[in-house]
């Protein structure tokens, strides 16, 4: 059989393979522990003048 010819054996055996995949322990949720925290800034109508004034700068 020369390379890259079809070997149905082959394909059959490696469909048998993928389809048995079991799911590794990399697969595990990892549980998070700490704080986030975030600054809401300013309003939305102080970044809108700030958007307006960058703008104009252009």
Not at 44 to 49: G, N, Q
Request: proline residues 2%.
């Amino acid at each position: 059989m020369s390379m890259g010819a079809y070997d149905e054996a082959e394909h059959e055996r490696r469909e048998r393979m993928t389809s048995q995949v079991e799911p590794g322990t990399d697969d595990d949720r990892k549980t998070y522990h700490g704080s986030v925290e975030y600054d809401s800034g300013d309003s939305t109508d102080a970044l809108l003048e700030q958007f307006k004034r960058m703008k104009s700068d252009d």
